[in-house]
């Protein structure tokens, strides 16, 4: 038997017809090429793959539809839908193309304060130590010394060290130890990672949903209400003027409940007159303003098939 009609019979034991559930993704990047210093990253060839398995083994929706099937009980058998976070240049460059060739549908989730010419915290530490010309970073200001940065898998290390330094400082507090860190790297940091608003409204136009982020991405929990709700609605509101229609879907920064926001951060989507919001836990639930998500690293389309039935398994974590 070859793979493919394997992996779908495979699935029908481990995720039945009558199974119903809604499985939605996350990605956040695809990458041209394999990204050698972090091949985790989904690059095209990998999404090719992982798109042709859920267009075989899963009814794929769009996510708004997928929504409104799951309040109306009528959700068929294996549901999935495909997101993407933050608002990266290689959404509408690489990924667009490549779900349009196959007719499948995405809703992207923009952090609108980093578009045109905007870098996000995170790809700043990332490319930092990428591209540094030194051995080790200094990083006495972070309470971490010197940070070995010179070959692949002391910079994999560093970026996680140093992410999980930064993450949950406050907003002005981490850009400030960000804008340093970049300075004492000496490195020459890219500025064409995050989507222009032309590329948003391309997305638009090619009929695939655009969704709100907050502005500047930060962790809901660590703001006063009045900030973080005004990153909900001043995300949403400039996103609505880039494509001049309805944004009506929402995703939690980081989207860890509990943790990164709150049981009044979901009020706060529903006041606002949002749809629906999507987090970051695994799993398959059914309430619409904490829809769980998870990343598919998987490298084997085999793999990739059996986390996805596995998921529709596992009960999803929520902040209320």
Request: charged share 20%; proline share 8%; net charge positive.
């Amino acid at each position: 038997m070859s793979r493919r009609p394997f992996t779908r019979a495979l699935l029908s034991v481990v995720a039945p017809g009558g199974t119903r559930g809604l499985s939605v993704l996350v990605y956040h990047r695809v990458l041209p090429h394999a990204d050698p210093l972090f091949p985790a990253v989904v690059d095209a060839e990998r999404f090719v793959l992982q798109l042709d398995v859920l267009a075989r083994c899963f009814n794929v929706l769009p996510l708004p539809e997928a929504l409104a099937r799951l309040r109306s009980g009528s959700l068929p058998p294996r549901a999935a839908s495909i997101t993407f976070d933050d608002g990266y240049a290689d959404n509408e460059a690489v990924a667009l193309p490549l779900l349009r060739a196959r007719g499948l549908h995405a809703t992207f989730f923009v952090a609108a304060g980093f578009l045109d010419g905007g870098r996000m915290w995170n790809d700043s530490v990332i490319e930092s130590v990428r591209l540094t010309p030194l051995k080790s970073l200094p990083c006495d200001f972070l309470g971490l010394g010197q940070v070995p940065v010179d070959t692949p898998g002391e910079k994999r290390s560093a970026v996680d060290v140093l992410l999980g330094a930064l993450k949950y400082r406050p907003v002005h507090d981490r850009a400030a130890m960000v804008a340093r860190l970049a300075a004492d790297s000496r490195a020459e940091l890219p500025d064409g990672l995050m989507m222009t608003s032309a590329q948003v409204r391309s997305l638009h136009a090619a009929g695939m949903e655009i969704g709100a982020h907050t502005v500047n991405h930060p962790i809901l929990a660590t703001l006063p209400a009045s900030v973080a709700r005004g990153e909900m609605a001043s995300g949403r509101e400039a996103l609505e003027a880039i494509i001049g229609g309805k944004v009506g879907l929402f995703a939690y920064p980081n989207g860890k409940p509990g943790q990164d926001y709150l049981p009044e951060h979901v009020g706060m989507v529903r006041a606002l007159g949002f749809e629906g919001a999507v987090t970051t836990a695994w799993g398959a639930g059914n309430d619409v303003f904490q829809l769980p998500r998870f990343t598919p690293w998987d490298r084997s389309p085999l793999r990739f098939a059996l986390r996805l039935a596995h998921n529709l398994t596992y009960p999803a974590a929520k902040a209320a």
